[in-house]
Every structure is written in C-alpha cells, then in structure tokens.
Nanobody, 129 residues
Framework: QVQLVESGGGLVQAGDSLRLSCAAS????????MGWFRQFPGKEREFVASISWDGSVTFYADSVKGRFTISRDNAKKTMILQMNSLKAEDTAVYYCAGDPIVTARAMGSMSDTSALDAWGQGTLVTVSS
C-alpha cells in the first residue's frame, strides 16, 4: 500500500513560484504512475500533470503547460510540482495521486479519478492578484 502526503502549499502573489512535494511511503512507489490534481471550490477535481513510473514521460493540462513542471525521485519516494508564473486562477487545493495500473497518459482523461489507488490529503495553494 502506498500512502501519500503533500506539502509546500501556501499564500503567494501572482507571478511568484511555489514548489509542491508529495512524499510516499510503501515499497511500490517506483511502480506507480503519479499525478497532480487540483480542486476549485464547488468544482470537481481536475487534472494538472502526470508522470510515468520511471519519470520518462510527462503530461500537462493546457492551463499549466509551460508554467508547471512535474518530476519524481523514486529513490527518495517523492514527486515534485514546480509551479512558476502563478496566476490567481491557480488557487485551489492540490492533490497528489498514484496508481500501479493507470498510465500517466490515462490520468489526463479519466472520468472518475476517485478510482486511482492512492491519494494524498491535499495542500492549499492561494495566489493573490
């Protein structure tokens, strides 16, 4: 079983950068495709970015492409979301998630993300304009 804990959220100004971390416990992390999702108040969770089990392939939502970078370190069991040029509309609760079967590509188009095997508790990112 993989358990996930996010950290790094906070309050920043538009144009600033923020680095989110997702720390995993469990021996299977290196076999999991991983992703970041976010949830706006009153809305469904939406896909932000995903990365394959070995870090060789990444996918991004159009809204963050060119500003956010996803990466992972399997030896340290961590995943990172580097967020640059933040906008007020990036304000949301950010979640990391993982799954041993769902591919990083598929995470970007899932209709039911609750089916993913592991979820963190979320970290709030607030961007003031």
């Amino acid at each position: 079983q993989v358990q996930l804990v996010e950290s790094g959220g906070g309050l920043v100004q538009a144009g600033d950068s923020l680095r989110l971390s997702c720390a995993a416990s469990g021996r299977r992390f290196s076999t999991f495709s991983m992703g970041w999702f976010r949830q706006f108040p009153g809305k469904e969770r939406e896909f932000v970015a995903s990365i394959s089990w070995d870090g060789s392939v990444t996918f991004y939502a159009d809204s963050v492409k060119g500003r956010f970078t996803i990466s992972r370190d399997n030896a340290k069991k961590t995943m990172i979301l580097q967020m640059n040029s933040l906008k007020a509309e990036d304000t949301a609760v950010y979640y990391c998630a993982g799954d041993p079967i769902v591919t990083a590509r598929a995470m970007g188009s899932m209709s039911d993300t609750s089916a993913l095997d592991a979820w963190g508790q979320g970290t709030l990112v607030t961007v003031s304009s």
